[in-house]
């Protein structure tokens, strides 16, 4: 920060801005008192440790409110060029909001899920893991070097394979857990293969050095590096759950405690392109002719398979909610992967990639509270099939209009009116960059998804089978819907409100 | 014709858009005291009446405000950002062209409104009907006062959902299947028509449909203006519906609940040809002279089919629904209208925006009427109705037969009555359309175009015949004629029939002007 003033001897010295890194590292510290108190805490007090997660996700959003306005970077370079590994910049402090409030809504969802789990969870260890996951995915979008990127993926990941495994004695949830572990792992060893690669052919590991000098690659090298940036994008396409690295979502999703599948499916999406807009735009802009395409190319089979698989699924299976909604994912996912895609076809990359987060910033809200619903479903229905969900306004009014507006929201049609411009940035930004073929493919995946969105919102009010019985919701589980469906409700009145970022550059 | 601030109109025309959606949500919630009325049921479907009745009171005043003596200018006009990032503004305003329809949709819904009160949809509880019934007119009357090419799209994806549930869950037989097909058919013509919307708006720099007028195309290249063409083309004509992406219409107007299809043939066909007026005419009218022979062909066969399709239908032994010929119908009328409107000339299309608005009266009556004949009988099955001679309604309920008698001659365009002007300025358009057009195709189209109404007034015929004539059979069952609450639903409709039949300058007056300045690239 102010190495200039310092004298030459402690130039050798990397000053750091604590306030800059406040937010990842506050949810580390949460994360590891949490984990020592559990072992003082008597065993009729550890819901406390879930208020207290709460509490320190919600502190560490608010800390992101002293670096708005100006951009800040720590850890750099002391030397003569400048380059850093840790920056708050626009994008950071967006991305590092939504990855804690989706953390803290998962927090919510997972006091009501660990009180009827009925000590099958471990406390101290599931806060523990949540915390230092959302950790990591913080401190993504502030890496600024290949190295630390590559660690923040694995803090991000890591806990969260646990995460999934974390009910005792339960075969599915292990199951589950292994799968998502195999596979992500094999993901991101491609991703540092790609890694090294990108450093053998440039010697730096920094994003800006390797933006510079990867466009005077050696001839010879050149195959080198081109293999290396796809390969880079692999892991996190991986955790974007990108077709064809999707096959572990179903499974996980129905596996891993309710929460755990709605973290999974908006902070792990969150980590997965935000990583990916690193890695493209700022890292790798000059081969854009490499990485457009393969995206494009991404975007389209992720959306189509994503939804088409929705669309087969049966209501009346078991878990064919959580299930409809982890396919639901992957096709969003298309969605998601449609602007940065489009950032390699126009001068203009980084008010491209504004659209993604502007639309992440709506599925998140919406997705969040679509899982809320089902985790509030589920506490009376155990296998949380959709059908289950039929008659549920006679049951409960409040949670089926909101549940109706969240898919109406996904779907993308009034009065989802946030989902409708949402989509329509992105369609924009397609349209306006030449992808007009992606955009028509898009389209068509609209309508595929409109199908299933609407089936299950047209369920809610049907005439329920049998008595309604009605109960009261828990007040954590409350509080997640009212956030959620707040947010819905005011982003439909006022889309600038997140929209904004899809207008201007956010590097 | 009466001086009203502009302010004033300003808010009017706000009320007119946003007032049925604070009416839908305040329909959700309980009633409060005072006007809870006799039961729960009771209490909103007058709330649905109360709140569609001011409405329409709001748009007779702005009608009443309105400056007749510059119906080209935009007026009642409000200009508000509100998504900046996207360039969304909150634009509304009214000109000749669109005032007539908000005037319709205000007066359509408020008769149904008062219709659905006497006799309650057969269905689940009341207060979502009359909810969706709300929105539903929100989204309507804005597609008609926005100015914003992605508003239009907004106020168009809104009418959607509630039309849905209208259908699947107040409709008759084969509800669920009609409902699916309506919304993917009409979304998927949507989605589409947005990408044309997108590409003109960051092509020519602004989404104001006002100032993408006043360019007229200029500052969009002939090939954008062909794709854009194309793209919104195909979205408003699966809305219109334009043969051949008609099918949805007659499955949904078969299983639609009454007010439902009066709704839908009434008002929301017109969103479709609205937007080839509003948007396709002014913004690329290079790429629409390029589609115009094809959208006049297909319009053509439009009529000949729809009017071939009834003519089946009307058969004896064709198991032919009523309400399933009036679909029909639609798509042979709305056939006059795109016809009109491919012409590219103001005769041709006046003649469209009337059409739209008689055929809007006309078939609304039509509906009421098929769906109080349901109510009395059991039936829209023709065969069922006229069983061996005829139906007799002329016999057995004189008033009901003489109003469906009458519906179905203006249907056909008797002269003197609404349906006659615009089908025939449709065809004067054809006869010399604009520059630039083949001249012999477009004398082709009109001679068949003129052979569809000769089969128009055959089916009708027949129709009448069936249906109101016969033999009285000796123990005649008894048959409720016109109730009080029908008269008071249908008699605006018959009135306005014969008024615009008449006097069609009261209508044309309005809308001549605007469609010059329209075509003459938003100057003149």
Redesign the interface.
Known sequence: MSALAQPPVANLVQSVDWLAIAPPTLTAVVGLVVLVADLFVPEARKPLLGWVSVAGLAAAALLLLPLLGHDRSTFCLTGATRACSYTADRFTLVVQFLVLGGALLTALLSITTLKDGNRRYPQGEFWFLLLSSAAGAALLPASRDLATLIVALEVASLPAFALVGIRHGDKRSSEAALKFFLSSVTATAVSLMGVSFVYATTGSLYLTQVADRIQHVDGQLHTLAQTGVVLTLVGFAFKTAAVPFHFWVPDTYVGAPLPVAAYLSVVGKAVGFSGLILVTVVAFPSYADVWGPALAALAALTMTVGNVAALRQQATRAYSAVRLLAWSSVGQAGYLLVPIAAAGYTRDAQKAVGSTVAYALMYAAVNLGAFAVAAAVARTARLNRVSDYRGLYARNPLAALLLAFFLLCLAGLPPGVIGLFAKVTVFSVAVDSGLGWLAVVMAVNVVIALYYYLQWAALLFRAPEGEPARHRLPAPLTAALALTGTLGVVLSGAPQLVLRFAGTGLF | MIDISESVMQFLLALIVAGPLLGAVAALLPAPPGLRGKSPEQAVLRHGVTVTGAVLVAAIVLALGFDQDHPSRMQATTDIS?????D?RIHLGIDGISLPLVVLTALLTFLCALYSYFNPPKG?SPK?FVALLL?LES?TLASFAVLDL?LF??AF??V??PM??LI??WGGEGRTRAA?KF??FT??GS??M??GL??I??KAGTFDMVALATDNGRSLTSSVQVIAVLAIGIGLAVKTPMWPLHSWLPDAHTAAPTVGSVLLAGVMLKMGTYGFVRILLPVAPDGFRTFAPYLAAFAVVGIIYGSLACLNLAKKGAKGDLKRLIAYSSVGHMGFVLLGIATMTPTGVNGALFANIAHGLITGLLFFLVGGLKDRTGTTDLDALAEETGAALYGKAPRLGGLLAFAAVASLGLPGLAGFWGEMLALFGAFEPAAGLSRPAFLTFMAIAAFGTLLTAAYMLAVVRRVCMGALPQDMPELADVRTYEFAAWTPLVVLTVVAGLWPKALLGLTDPAVQQLLAGGTR
Request: proline fraction near 6%.
């Open positions: 509100w998504i900046p990032a996207l969304v689940p979502a929105v989204g992605l799209f907004l994806e809104t959607l959902i849905y549930f699947a869950r699916w919304i993917l979304l998927l989605v589409v947005l990408l997108l590409l708006g960051i």
